[in-house]
């Protein structure tokens, strides 16, 4: 199972840095952006892809830079800031976004609906189970 999810996550990471975005994180922070339809504090989408904030922030850098996203203050006091997806950003995953699901699909298009939806049901067992995970 672990060489299987690694060499997935290669595979991915090699795709989307082809692609003109630095990680998996960054193309999942586009993600999270566009599906909210609204600016987000970073607190939220750390949150929301279950990151650090300063893990976050590595990532935000880099899509700023590439001029995906826009950071600005929110409010009086200049201390809220939120994220807001570009132009650019927001063509980027309505690009990358039905490519991703065609790999998807070919993954697992070998399966039959029920063996779907089989492993469906095994992979959130299994992702409930690593949140209790201990080494």
Do not use: C
């Given at each position: ?102 790999a ?27 949140s209790?995970?201990?080494?």
């Open positions: 199972m672990y060489l299987l999810a690694t060499m997935i996550e290669r595979m991915s990471q090699a795709w989307v840095r082809d692609q003109g975005l630095s990680s998996l994180a960054a193309f999942n922070v586009l993600t999270v952006l566009q599906g909210a339809g609204e600016p987000l504090q970073p607190s939220t989408i750390a949150a929301r892809l279950m990151v650090t904030r300063g893990t976050l922030t590595g990532i935000l850098d880099s899509l700023e830079r590439g001029g995906y996203i826009d950071r600005r203050q929110q409010g009086g006091d200049g201390r809220t800031r939120v994220v807001t997806l570009t132009d650019s950003g927001r063509r980027k995953v309505v690009e990358l976004r039905p490519r991703v699901h065609q998807e699909r070919h993954l697992v298009g070998g399966l039959t609906p029920a063996e779907q939806a089989a492993l469906v049901g095994m992979l959130a067992r299994i992702q409930d189970a690593t209790r995970l201990v080494f």
